[in-house]
């Protein structure tokens, strides 16, 4: 069984190569005009490429978005637009406060075709054009939909749609999951990526320094143009809203550049809206294993099973020896 421990640790190793290697290859892609990082202020009180509005405050290690109190709504929004048909946005937030039960409303991210809009949609305008993904601590709603809060789900939106804040949101919502981030020691990142019309949410909110699926959707059209952005509210109840940092990679497409589709210059749209009561949350939960990480589960298996199967062997053939020297 040894064996097995062994095969173990090679593949946790394997793993953690794999992980270093796709961090390193990232790196490179890293677009500063997207970016947000410390120290956030130039010379002068003003922050290059970024704004702020509403309750927005900077400091030097964090933008509160709003602070503990009710009422706030606040913005910070990209100037430059995005022209990366594929990408990967990786947000480190904080939300913190002194509510132990009570607390609200929570934030969002963005990637729009408006910027600097104060609203009611956790801190932006409503009937917004472009994607949202909601990090929403207050369920408004206890019952119907069957998941806990904090919440987080994505929602597309051509202009046409409201969002429901006393359903939150669950009926125009695209997937989501359930995630505890809030009030925690370690540091907390969500990265939204975008790619061949894939968008994937995966969370690191555990501590452990790894990326967690929350939920993947095909058939999701982005148009190039938009301007990424974080917004965030309280209302009746409150919360630190926090973003450290924000930093947008680009990603190379599967497609081969000859077969590469052209940009897409409609509206944002999503083919599945989900409905919210068939919901199975138990299913996301799952880490999907891709390419490489799938191959080294697949030797190791084989390899696993062929010692297993070598161990068997002897130990099986030692039985019949003995059961051999007792009958004769
Ligand atoms: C906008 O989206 C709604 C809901 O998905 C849809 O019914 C409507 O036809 C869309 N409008 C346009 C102009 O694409
Ligand atoms: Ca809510």
Not at 286 to 314: E, H, M, P, R, T
């Amino acid at each position: 069984m040894a064996a097995f421990t062994w095969s173990a640790f090679i593949f946790a190793y394997l793993i953690n190569f794999v992980q270093v290697l796709g961090e390193w290859n990232t790196e490179d892609y890293l677009k500063r005009e997207h970016t947000l990082v410390k120290p956030y202020q130039g010379s002068g009180a003003s922050m290059p490429l970024w704004d702020f509005v509403g309750s927005t405050l900077v400091t030097n290690s964090y933008v509160r978005l709003t602070s503990d109190h009710q009422s706030r709504q606040g913005g910070i929004w990209n100037t430059q637009p995005c022209h990366i048909k594929n990408w990967e946005l990786h947000v480190q937030f904080k939300v913190h406060g002194s509510g132990k039960n009570l607390f609200g409303d929570g934030f969002a991210i963005w990637y729009t075709r408006d910027r600097n809009q104060l609203g009611p949609v956790f801190g932006n305008r409503d009937f917004y054009t472009g994607l949202a993904i909601f990090l929403d601590t207050y369920a408004n709603q206890n019952g119907p939909h069957n998941h806990e809060h904090p919440y987080i789900s994505a929602m597309v939106n051509n202009g046409s749609l409201h969002y429901d804040h006393d359903r939150d949101g669950t009926h125009t919502m695209v997937s989501g999951c359930e995630a505890k981030f809030r009030n925690k020691d370690y540091d907390t990142f969500i990265a939204i990526r975008y790619q061949d019309n894939e968008l994937k949410v995966s969370l690191d909110v555990d501590g452990k320094n790894a990326w967690k699926e929350c939920f993947s959707v095909h058939g999701v059209k982005l148009p190039l143009g938009y301007f990424f952005g974080a917004t965030a509210a309280t209302g009746e109840l409150a919360d630190n809203h926090d973003i450290i940092s924000m930093k947008v990679y680009q990603l190379d497409t599967n497609a081969p550049a000859k077969y590469e589709p052209a940009a897409y210059s409609g509206l944002p749209s999503a083919d599945s809206m989900e409905a919210p009561r068939e919901h199975v949350s138990d299913e996301k939960r799952g880490v999907g294993l891709s390419g490489w990480k799938l191959l080294a589960v697949i030797i190791l298996a084989i390899i696993g099973l062929g010692v297993c199967a070598i161990v068997g062997f002897i130990i099986f053939n030692k039985n019949q020896d003995y059961s051999r020297k007792r009958f004769y």
